[in-house]
């Protein structure tokens, strides 16, 4: 499985309306990030398990899901974390 596919898998259980992830990792190569082996990626997730949280409780969702991939596979993550009201 790969690591986008593993992200999606972890973030399911917030239930996303919406979930648009892209690979950036071949921006940033020769980083050291890249060189350890940690992906580059941006996400765009709509999700009700967000609302009436803030961006920094929303994230907080995000890199809980994520977990471990976040020390590993994932190097850098840009988060857009909308509820479906926000669309």
Do not use: C, N
């Not at 239930?15 to 990030?33: K, N, R, T, V, Y």
């Not at 409780?57 to 590993?72: C, I, N, P, T």
Request: hydrophobic content about 40%; aromatic content about 4%.
């Amino acid at each position: 499985m790969s690591v986008m596919d593993r992200i999606r898998e972890r973030l399911a259980p917030l239930a996303p309306q919406q979930l648009e992830l892209i690979d950036d990792s071949h921006l940033h190569a020769g980083h050291a990030g890249a060189r350890s082996g940690g992906g580059h990626y941006r996400l765009a997730i709509v999700s009700s398990a967000f609302a009436g949280k803030g961006t920094v409780a929303r994230h907080r969702l995000v890199y809980e899901a994520l977990g471990d991939m976040m020390r590993s596979e994932i190097h850098a993550l840009a988060i857009q974390a909308r509820t479906p009201d926000e669309q």
